[in-house]
Protein backbone atom coordinates (compact mmCIF):
# COMPACT_ATOMS: atom_id res chain seq x y z
CA UNK A 1 0.00 0.00 0.00
CA UNK A 2 0.87 3.94 -0.67
CA UNK A 3 0.23 6.49 1.52
CA UNK A 4 -0.33 9.97 0.01
CA UNK A 5 -0.81 13.36 2.16
CA UNK A 6 -0.47 16.58 0.02
CA UNK A 7 -0.44 19.96 1.67
CA UNK A 8 1.07 23.35 0.31
CA UNK A 9 -2.61 24.87 -0.91
CA UNK A 10 -4.53 28.12 -0.11
CA UNK A 11 -5.55 31.26 -1.56
CA UNK A 12 -3.57 33.22 -3.55
CA UNK A 13 -4.02 36.19 -5.69
CA UNK A 14 -3.63 35.76 -9.74
CA UNK A 15 0.06 36.24 -11.02
CA UNK A 16 0.89 34.87 -7.45
CA UNK A 17 2.90 31.29 -6.72
CA UNK A 18 2.55 28.14 -4.55
CA UNK A 19 4.53 24.76 -3.84
CA UNK A 20 2.41 21.79 -3.08
CA UNK A 21 3.94 19.05 -1.64
CA UNK A 22 3.02 15.62 -1.46
CA UNK A 23 4.94 12.87 0.71
CA UNK A 24 4.56 9.46 -0.12
CA UNK A 25 4.80 6.40 2.69
CA UNK A 26 4.37 2.60 2.45
CA UNK A 27 5.47 0.85 -0.50
CA UNK A 28 7.24 2.87 -2.65
CA UNK A 29 10.36 0.71 -4.17
CA UNK A 30 8.05 -0.35 -7.51
CA UNK A 31 5.85 3.16 -8.11
CA UNK A 32 6.24 3.69 -12.05
CA UNK A 33 5.11 7.30 -12.11
CA UNK A 34 3.40 10.66 -9.54
CA UNK A 35 1.61 12.80 -10.75
CA UNK A 36 -0.66 16.10 -9.89
CA UNK A 37 -4.46 16.13 -10.73
CA UNK A 38 -6.90 18.73 -10.32
CA UNK A 39 -10.84 18.51 -9.92
CA UNK A 40 -12.64 21.63 -10.09
CA UNK A 41 -16.66 21.94 -9.23
CA UNK A 42 -18.85 20.74 -11.53
CA UNK A 43 -15.52 19.30 -13.75
CA UNK A 44 -13.94 16.03 -14.47
CA UNK A 45 -10.44 15.63 -12.70
CA UNK A 46 -7.40 16.17 -14.81
CA UNK A 47 -4.01 15.76 -15.64
CA UNK A 48 -1.55 18.36 -14.32
CA UNK A 49 1.56 17.03 -14.60
CA UNK A 50 3.16 13.49 -14.37
CA UNK A 51 6.89 12.35 -13.56
CA UNK A 52 7.64 9.00 -14.30
CA UNK A 53 10.71 6.47 -12.68
CA UNK A 54 13.23 8.13 -15.07
CA UNK A 55 12.22 11.80 -14.41
CA UNK A 56 10.64 12.48 -17.74
CA UNK A 57 7.23 14.96 -17.35
CA UNK A 58 4.61 15.33 -18.44
CA UNK A 59 2.02 18.50 -18.19
CA UNK A 60 -1.39 19.89 -19.70
CA UNK A 61 -1.14 22.10 -22.01
CA UNK A 62 -2.75 24.99 -19.77
CA UNK A 63 0.37 24.73 -17.23
CA UNK A 64 3.09 24.35 -19.40
CA UNK A 65 5.56 27.14 -18.60
CA UNK A 66 3.96 27.81 -15.53
CA UNK A 67 4.31 24.85 -13.38
CA UNK A 68 7.40 22.24 -12.73
CA UNK A 69 7.00 18.97 -11.40
CA UNK A 70 9.49 17.47 -9.49
CA UNK A 71 10.31 14.94 -6.56
CA UNK A 72 12.98 13.95 -3.80
CA UNK A 73 13.41 10.72 -3.37
CA UNK A 74 15.58 11.11 -0.59
CA UNK A 75 12.64 12.61 1.16
CA UNK A 76 9.60 10.75 -0.29
CA UNK A 77 8.55 13.77 -1.17
CA UNK A 78 6.55 15.21 -4.94
CA UNK A 79 6.70 18.87 -5.49
CA UNK A 80 4.08 20.69 -8.40
CA UNK A 81 6.16 24.77 -8.42
CA UNK A 82 2.80 26.88 -9.54
CA UNK A 83 3.75 30.15 -11.03
CA UNK A 84 1.87 33.09 -12.61
CA UNK A 85 -1.09 31.81 -11.33
CA UNK A 86 -4.56 32.34 -12.86
CA UNK A 87 -8.54 32.24 -11.61
CA UNK A 88 -9.07 29.08 -13.92
CA UNK A 89 -6.66 27.00 -12.01
CA UNK A 90 -8.51 26.70 -8.80
CA UNK A 91 -9.19 23.65 -8.16
CA UNK A 92 -8.86 20.70 -5.45
CA UNK A 93 -5.36 19.30 -6.22
CA UNK A 94 -4.68 15.74 -5.94
CA UNK A 95 -1.50 13.48 -5.76
CA UNK A 96 -1.11 10.22 -7.94
CA UNK A 97 1.19 7.68 -8.21
CA UNK A 98 0.63 4.31 -10.01
CA UNK A 99 2.57 1.11 -10.44
CA UNK A 100 1.95 -1.82 -12.37
CA UNK A 101 1.24 -5.18 -11.05
CA UNK A 102 1.37 -9.20 -12.33
CA UNK A 103 -0.67 -9.39 -15.10
CA UNK A 104 -0.27 -5.44 -15.85
CA UNK A 105 -2.72 -4.43 -13.86
CA UNK A 106 -2.32 -1.37 -12.41
CA UNK A 107 -2.81 -0.32 -9.13
CA UNK A 108 -3.72 3.67 -8.80
CA UNK A 109 -3.12 5.69 -4.99
CA UNK A 110 -4.68 8.90 -4.34
CA UNK A 111 -3.87 11.51 -1.70
CA UNK A 112 -6.46 13.30 -0.04
CA UNK A 113 -6.31 16.72 -2.43
CA UNK A 114 -5.42 20.33 -1.10
CA UNK A 115 -7.76 23.29 -2.41
CA UNK A 116 -5.73 25.71 -4.28
CA UNK A 117 -8.05 29.09 -4.94
CA UNK A 118 -6.72 31.83 -7.28
CA UNK A 119 -8.45 35.51 -6.82
CA UNK A 120 -9.02 37.77 -9.73
Known amino acids: QVQLVESGGGLVQAGGSLRLSCVSS????????MGWYRQAPGKERELVARINNVGSTTYADSVKGRFTISRDYAKNTLYLQMNSLKPEDTAVYYC??????????????WGQGTQVTVSS
Open 96 to 109: HAYRIGLGARQYDY
Open 26 to 33: GVLFNINA
